[in-house]
């Protein structure tokens, strides 16, 4: 039989037995006994891709049969995770999997510790962009992903002397990825450069001459839904040249053959590696490259499928929509202009009418630094025709705008797509969507009223917000198996289909059994996590301590470095009396910063710092543990959030668009410390008071000092001795290297700390005690955690997934959680 029979038949495990030791051999043509670990983990995905192969080909024909709306999600980022212990569990395999090799002695997690974290994006944009892969899967919407196979993930951090170092993130090494398809027979052609000749005969003709051209070949990862036998695919798009029946002219130099090699290996390079910044725009060459490449092949495959089914062009937006997250992938809407008038010979008018009602697109930042803009000159030599296209949508823009504020040249100007010797991305996206949403209630409150506000007053019907939202099955599920157990015993399995049940758990609140069985999952959590930290950086936390973590890409605004002056001052409390009652804590950082963002990364050397010194000093006796880990991503996350009571959110209102890591804290029972910022305020108004900390200024204070030029952070270094303390110990030996933390000094006093954290320290200060000693009232505390969990059914990915069907894909069928 085949290799998935054996599931097929639910033979169970004797069978898989057979089935794996056969697919070892298949594969390495070994023996299991001289298999190794990486091998045997290589076979187990192979057996599981067989099994979902043949899904992706049942689900393929089903939509093509039921002619179902199709969702192309394209995004210049897509954060996984590790496939192997999801795809059991979707597809319900887990305990024959599990059990199965029990039989063989093989232990199931450690071949799931041997698959690398595919790490093609840099944090929360890309893991959102994943979390909405396995909802659309698990709702049985038709919506895949498009985006770049890297060939380099995002840089691996290590940590030597306290300073971060960027490696290479080299995770084809055997050339593959386990669970992708190949086909080399859907290759579509990039073109760049070159000059556009126009030729009038009757009609308008534009021929492009010249022109560089890139094959983009396509790699499928397939996406299961959760025990529904959906399979949907991750497209990725790798930049090769074929020089098979490319002749290798030998010129004068005699070099001949080793030119079309290095000609090859140069255009390659297209698609070689992800940019490592997710707050500053870089305008390279290179990464504009990048973003038509994507844009550019995905559209021609999702038209050449359209047209092959004989579908009518005019339909598109009936038959398919086209997301695009954030601006990074918004030249699809020239380029599906462009293949619509030049390729498929419709009209402007209705090539602009198809083109705004199939394209949506999601804003995912108000920080003006990330606003995405390119200089005109590198556009139009990259990409001419596309030049020529946002120029006529531009022109026929601003005709409009002019149409409804005449003379109001300053407001056109503010609105226009072209505008100060640049191509302004937004503006493309915004009026080449019929749907703009943003990402958290406060972010789209932000995005009408200032950051887009012009948009806004133009077409309001275009405007509206979707609180993001994670797949509860990775996070919950997979991360922390014992708590979904837990939660199962006490109100049924109903909550995973839908995660709003979970408040079923409130009647549970005072249950002292299930409580204890709470505090249990959880302190299990924390020892796994202190082994792991003792493995690997030999230092031991204790479990009883309250686990604080702050986990995300280090910022200034994210305001990590407010949380070290925390830990300073509390570290000051027990220097000034070394028997002061201090609740025994361990703080937890993990991030990475831009490799260009010496700010950042000077955080994680004063994180560092302070862990040098408080976790060797005798008077601490540890009641403080600071630890930093290495090379954050997906895989630690989920280590890391099951195993922690409190969950750092700390941004300076207004900035953090939403935020989803708060989110995976809440469903595993950790409560927030927070300010009033992106979805920190949804998981306020949804826990209440009791069960979250918030402190600091609000989005309309910052925005209202910001107006009015900031203020004087001296004041607040005058007024609180405990602000004089820490701020004179960044400068003054308390750290060796007394230069070392000037820029953070400097920035904090003398330039007007842009991100509030003087400002809020007192405030920050008082709740983490008052934290602390609610945390030490264990039955308390308990009935906080547990109505964070019950209340997380909200920030389910289905249910954000669930708005977009409705609200901007126009799904016909409603996914079941909106269904009445
Ligand atoms: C742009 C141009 C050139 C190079 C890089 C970039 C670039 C790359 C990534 C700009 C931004 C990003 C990533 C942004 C991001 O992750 N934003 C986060 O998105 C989350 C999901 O909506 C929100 O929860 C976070 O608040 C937001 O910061």
Known sequence: GTNFDFVDAMSGEEDFAIAFTANVMKLHGKSLDSASNREKYLALADLVRTFLSKRLADTEAAYRQEQKKQVYYLSLEFLPGRLLAANLLNLGLQQVCEQGLRRLNINLAELIDQEEDPALGNGGLGRLAACYLDSMASLGLAGHGCGIRYRYGLFEQRVTDGYQREFPDNWLKEGRNEWEYRRPEETMNVRFGGRVRTIANGKLHFIHENYQQISAVPYDIPIAGYQNEIVNTLRLWSAEVDVTYQACTFDRHGKGCINVIADKHATESLTDTLYPDDSVYEGKLLRLKQQYFLVSASLQSILRKHVVNKADLRLLPEKLSIHINDTHPSLAVAELMRLLLDEYGLGWAESWDITTRTISYTNHTVLPEALEKWPIDLFQTLLPRIYMIVQEINERFCRELWDMYPGDWQKIKAMAIIADGTVHMAALAIAGSHRVNGVSAIHTQILKQKTMSDFYQLTPQKFLNITNGVTHRRWMLLANPDLAQLICEAIGDRWIANPDELQHLLNFAHDNSFCCAMAKVKFANKLRLAKYIQAKYGIAIDTCSLIDSHIKRIHAYKRQSMNVLHIMDLYNRILDNPHADIVPRTFIFAGKAAPGYYKAKQTIKLIHALAEKINHDPLVKNRIKVVFLQNYNVSHAELIIPGSDVSEQIPTASMEACGTGNMKFMMNGAVTIGTLDG??????????????????????????????????????????????????????????????????????????????????????????????????????????????????????????????????????????????
């Open 679 to 820: 979805a920190n305020i949804a998981i306020w108004e949804a826990v209440g008071d009791d069960n979250i900390f918030t402190f600091g200024l609000t989005a309309d204070q910052v925005l209202a000092y910001y107006r009015n030029g900031g203020y004087n952070p001296w004041d607040i270094y005058h007024q609180d001795l405990r602000v004089k303390t820490v701020m004179e110990q960044l400068v003054n030996g308390f750290f060796p290297y007394p230069e070392e933390f000037r820029a953070h000094y400097d920035a904090f006093l003398n330039q007007g700390d842009h991100y509030f954290v003087l400002k809020d320290f007192a405030q920050y200060v008082e709740v983490q005690n008052k934290l602390a000693n609610e945390f030490i009232n264990t039955e308390l505390w308990q009935k906080k955690c547990i109505a964070n969990v019950a209340h997380s059914g909200i920030f389910a990915g289905d249910r954000a997934f669930a708005e977009y069907a409705l609200s901007v894909w126009d799904l016909a069928e409603r996914p079941p959680c909106l269904r009445q």
